[in-house]
């Protein structure tokens, strides 16, 4: 497969490409939180919830620390934030933290259009597990697909029961599959998180994650590497060397090799962590972003491959 004409001499269609072509200008996440907890926290399905879970996150911790100021101070300060490096910046509205349509759906949906009322918000980013998805809440995000830009983000982290035993996800794949056709059924964008580093997986668990995953139609991913975040389960079984962080280099060519795997119109929203040093134990090399995004920038282009050349709608191509 030729390789695609990504905008900035990228070799993968980025957030940025896709909120250029999308609004034609910057578009930038704002997190938020807004306070809702998680069925795998809650006692639903569980209370201890992903064993790498802190605060309601996968990344670094909660937003604001914990506390839930009014959602228009959230927005407002996120804007400011933006705007002072971009002066033009519009913003999506991102339902960060803890499991975002676990509430009733009057809640949701008055704080969903509540946050699309704020000045410069042009589209809306719900992150949830796909097992809170129930048929009316999945009525309302039909709605809101069809008036702004909306994105489900819907963590799976791998396709592999047997880990997500192991760090207590509480849904199996199958969940996750069912629920993406369902809210893609219905015409709403999907963006899948996946976790590279998972205790016990290998590279080609990892690989045949992105494979799976790129098969089924949805629009954007979010790549991840584990952290080892204090105060989470994962940080005893870290201490006793049970939990090897993954190296750079090895993070690195499995993402590179896992972009290769892709559809080429499959927005990658994100290649790696983001979050506050103080609470990350390991690996400290993720903490260096720019190093990170640059090194598999300059793999991809070392290796001339590109997002989706071992691509093959229905037959993937082996790494
Ligand atoms: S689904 Fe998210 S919020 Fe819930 S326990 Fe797992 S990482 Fe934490």
Same mark, same amino acid.
């Given at each position: 497969?030729?390789?695609?004409?990504?905008?900035?001499?990228?070799?993968?269609?980025?957030?940025?490409?896709?909120?250029?072509?999308?609004?034609?200008?910057?578009?930038?996440?704002?997190?938020?939180?807004?306070?809702?907890?998680?069925?795998?926290?809650?006692?639903?399905?569980?209370?201890?919830?992903?064993?790498?879970?802190?605060?309601?996150?996968?990344?670094?911790?909660?937003?604001?620390?914990?506390?839930?100021?009014?959602?228009?101070?959230?927005?407002?300060?996120?804007?400011?934030?933006?705007?002072?490096?971009?002066?033009?910046?519009?913003?999506?509205?991102?339902?960060?933290?803890?499991?975002?349509?676990?509430?009733?759906?009057?809640?949701?949906?008055?704080?969903?259009?509540?946050?699309?009322?704020?000045?410069?918000?042009?589209?809306?980013?719900?992150?949830?597990?796909?097992?809170?998805?129930?048929?009316?809440?999945?009525?309302?995000?039909?709605?809101?697909?069809?008036?702004?830009?909306?994105?489900?983000?819907?963590?799976?982290?791998?396709?592999?029961?047997?880990?997500?035993?192991?760090?207590?996800?509480?849904?199996?794949?199958?969940?996750?599959?069912?629920?993406?056709?369902?809210? /893609? @059924?219905?015409? =709403?964008?999907?963006? +899948?998180?996946? #976790?590279?580093? %998972? *205790?016990?997986?290998?590279?080609?668990?990892? !690989?045949?994650?992105?494979?799976?995953?790129?098969?089924?139609?949805?629009?954007?991913?979010?790549?991840?590497?584990?952290?080892?975040?204090?105060?989470?389960?994962?940080?005893?079984?870290?201490?006793?060397?049970?939990?090897?962080?993954?190296? /750079? @280099?090895?993070? =690195?060519?499995?993402? +590179?090799?896992? #972009?290769?795997? %892709? *559809?080429?119109?499959?927005?990658?929203?994100? !290649?790696?962590?983001?979050?506050?040093?103080?609470?990350?134990?390991?690996?400290?090399?993720?903490?260096?972003?720019?190093?990170?995004?640059?090194?598999?920038?300059?793999?991809?282009?070392?290796?001339?491959?590109?997002?989706?050349?071992?691509?093959?709608?229905?037959?993937?191509?082996?790494?």
């Amino acid at each position: 497969m030729d390789r695609p004409a990504y905008a900035g001499n990228k070799r993968y269609y980025s957030l940025y490409e896709a909120m250029m072509g999308r609004f034609g200008r910057r578009v930038m996440k704002a997190g938020i939180d807004v306070g809702f907890t998680c069925p795998n926290l809650d006692g639903t399905c569980g209370t201890q919830g992903c064993a790498f879970c802190r605060n309601g996150s996968s990344g670094y911790g909660a937003l604001y620390g914990g506390n839930h100021p009014p959602l228009a101070e959230q927005l407002a300060v996120q804007r400011e934030r933006i705007r002072q490096k971009w002066p033009d910046a519009g913003l999506i509205a991102y339902f960060q933290a803890h499991t975002n349509t676990y509430g009733s759906p009057e809640t949701l949906k008055q704080l969903y259009c509540e946050a699309l009322e704020q000045e410069g918000v042009c589209g809306l980013s719900i992150a949830t597990r796909p097992d809170a998805l129930p048929e009316p809440v999945l009525e309302i995000l039909a709605d809101l697909s069809r008036q702004t830009y909306l994105t489900v983000e819907l963590g799976l982290q791998t396709i592999h029961d047997e880990t997500a035993r192991r760090f207590g996800r509480g849904y199996d794949t199958l969940c996750f599959v069912r629920a993406a056709a369902r809210l /893609k @059924e219905r015409g =709403i964008r999907v963006c +899948v998180h996946l #976790i590279n580093g %998972l *205790p016990g997986e290998s590279r080609e668990q990892m !690989l045949a994650s992105a494979r799976m995953v790129s098969e089924l139609g949805l629009d954007g991913i979010k790549i991840h590497l584990l952290h080892i975040l204090k105060g989470t389960r994962l940080e005893a079984d870290y201490r006793t060397g049970q939990v090897v962080p993954m190296s /750079k @280099e090895s993070y =690195i060519d499995t993402v +590179v090799r896992q #972009i290769e795997l %892709l *559809p080429p119109d499959m927005v990658v929203e994100r !290649l790696t962590g983001d979050g506050m040093r103080e609470h990350l134990l390991a690996p400290l090399w993720s903490l260096d972003k720019i190093a990170v995004l640059g090194g598999i920038d300059r793999e991809l282009a070392f290796r001339d491959t590109w997002q989706g050349k071992r691509y093959a709608a229905g037959s993937q191509g082996q790494p």
